[in-house]
Every structure is written in C-alpha cells, then in structure tokens.
C-alpha cells in the first residue's frame, strides 16, 4: 500500500560510514537515537515538519538477515515510523560523497 495515498511526498537520504551502522544494527536502543537525532537534524536543517508515519507496528522490517525481523518484537522501545532498508545499500542511484575536512597544520601548538 501507498502511505501517501498516491500523494507526492519528499524523501531525505541519510549517508553514514558501514562500520557506524553496524555498530547501529548491534543496539536497538542505539539505533532509535541516531534516528531520532537525524530526524530532528533534517526537520530543522529544511525547516520542514517531519512525519513519522509508515513502517510502525510490532517489529521494525530492517536490519536482520534475509526474511528476518530485526530487532526482536519484544523490544521495550516502541519503534517511530521509519524504514531501513532490508539487504539493500540504497534504492536508486547512489552519488558520491565528499568529505569536508578543514586543512589543518601537522603541527599544533596547543594552549596551557
């Protein structure tokens, strides 16, 4: 089913390192931070109202194995109303990402 209702909707891509998103997918807790903390990023960077509506109900579909819900239904945590995508990098195409990094002298004198 359409959760727009055959409405347009925007959609916001979140890009992090595998290595974190492991690290993510080992802490249910963990994970419904960083979402939270992203949502609210994006909700202020654009100065849009985000709506947590979709995926919600008793299990996250997400980050298990093939077929595999992920994290158990038990959780204490109720789960907003995001999706992360199952055996999947990305959906689309992918554009490459660059790194801002201020150039900084090899060395430093630090103060004290």
């Known amino acids: 089913p359409n959760p727009t209702g055959g409405r347009g909707c925007t959609a916001y891509d979140v890009v992090v390192n595998s ?21 609210e990023g994006l909700s202020e960077k654009y100065g ?3 709506e947590l509506t979709g ?4 299990h996250w579909e997400g980050l298990g194995g093939a077929g595999g819900v992920w994290p158990p239904c038990d959780l204490p945590v109720a789960p ?3 999706r992360v995508l ?10 490459a990402q660059n ?14």
Request: charged share 20%; aromatic share 12%; proline share 9%.
């Open 99 to 112: 790194i801002r990094a201020r150039p900084r002298p090899h060395i430093q004198e630090l103060p004290g």
């Open 55 to 58: 995926e919600t109900g008793e």
């Open 48 to 50: 849009v109202e985000l």
């Open 19 to 39: 290595g974190f998103f492991r690290t993510l997918q080992a802490d249910p807790l963990y994970l419904e931070f960083f979402l939270t903390v992203a949502m």
């Open 86 to 95: 199952q055996n999947r990098k990305f959906l689309g195409s992918i554009s």
């Open 80 to 82: 907003p109303g995001w």
